[in-house]
């Protein structure tokens, strides 16, 4: 994975995971927690699902802050999921 990559999640451009029409695309899910740690400071894991919109699966994660607030970010692991199963 480049740099780019690595920093800011596949794809590029505006995909900051705020939707599923933005989300980033990651080709595991280590890539998704590792970009959680990176883009989201003071935000921790909460709730983890799997989402199909579309015909394309998602893994969408609500982060929760110390102070109660949440944040809902999308990732893309059409690259990966069920190719393994």
Not at 7 to 18: C, E, V
Not at 39 to 55: D, H, K, M, V
Request: proline letters at 2%.
């Amino acid at each position: 994975m480049g740099l780019f990559n690595f920093l800011f999640g596949k794809g590029g451009g505006d995909r900051d995971g705020s939707s599923h029409e933005k989300a980033i695309i990651v080709g595991s899910v280590g890539e998704e927690y590792e970009w959680i740690q990176r883009n989201c400071p003071g935000f921790r894991p909460g709730i983890q699902a799997l989402q199909e919109i579309a015909g394309k699966h998602y893994d969408v994660h609500t982060l929760r802050n110390a102070q109660g607030g949440e944040r809902t970010v999308y990732f893309d692991i059409s690259q990966f999921y069920g190719k393994y199963f």
